[in-house]
């Protein structure tokens, strides 16, 4: 079993500002073993400011968002494991919910 990270032989990192700091751009085979991390975080500079409230009003539950700067962030990392067929949630009983 293989955790990937890192380039495939062959690629080189991508300057574009969406994925220079991507970690992993590898190929995955059976076998691997991933981690999604996914995280939010409660920034007071950007939850206060009107001009990103304005720009993502349609996507972020500003109400909701508001009752939580106290947590500081939220980290929820699956890992997953690649077999042969469709990949598989080593972590997908534990729970992800407020």
């Not at 293989?2 to 992993?24: E, H, Q, V």
């Not at 009107?50 to 106290?70: G, I, S």
Request: one cysteine or more; hydrophobic letters at 35%.
């Amino acid at each position: 079993m293989r955790a990937g990270s890192g380039l495939a032989p062959g690629r080189t990192k991508d300057s574009r500002p969406c994925l220079r700091t991507l970690r992993m751009d590898l190929p995955l085979a059976a076998g691997y073993v991933v981690t999604i991390e996914l995280g939010l975080y409660f920034i007071p500079a950007s939850l206060n400011d009107p001009a990103r409230r304005e720009r993502f009003h349609d996507c972020v539950n500003w109400p909701l968002a508001e009752q939580h700067p106290h947590l500081g962030g939220v980290r929820i990392d699956d890992n997953l494991l690649v077999p042969p067929g469709t990949p598989e949630d080593l972590t997908a009983s534990i729970p992800k919910s407020l």
